[in-house]
């Protein structure tokens, strides 16, 4: 399985941040997996943030479940994330990843994207 993350690397304050991941070589709609982001902010660790399952049911962290929308397109095989509101606390390395469960660890992943930069500045 192969994940990799799109979208802008620069965001306004204020703004949605909006990154597609495209994924070959498995189905999101198998139920095998979730389809997590996660991101990392410089000096911190890995925070979850989301994920949808194969059905389509979406789980998101409680912190961030008021700003974020995840979304697929079963058609182009992607999923989608948006963060509404971002402010520059949200500059992070955005990660696109699969794996049996969810949640902060490395462990909790079979598979990742190379993860994209984005910078929330005005």
């Known amino acids: 399985v192969q994940l990799q993350e799109s979208g802008p690397g620069l965001v306004k304050p204020s703004q949605t941040l909006s990154l597609t991941c495209t994924v070959s070589?498995?189905?999101?709609?198998?139920?095998?997996?979730?389809w997590n982001w996660i991101r990392q902010s410089p000096g911190k660790g890995l925070e979850w943030m989301g994920a949808i399952g194969g059905s389509g049911s979406t789980y998101y962290s409680p912190s961030l479940k008021s700003r974020t929308s995840i979304s697929r397109d079963t058609s182009k095989n992607q999923f989608t994330l948006q963060l509404s509101s971002v402010t520059p606390e949200d500059t992070a390395v955005y990660y696109c990843?699969?794996?049996?469960?969810?949640?902060?660890?490395?462990?909790?992943?079979?598979?990742w994207g190379q993860g994209t930069q984005v910078t929330v500045s005005s």
């Open positions: 070589g498995g189905s999101i709609t198998a139920d095998y997996y979730y």
């Open positions: 990843a699969a794996g049996a469960s969810m949640g902060d660890s490395p462990r909790d992943y079979n598979y």
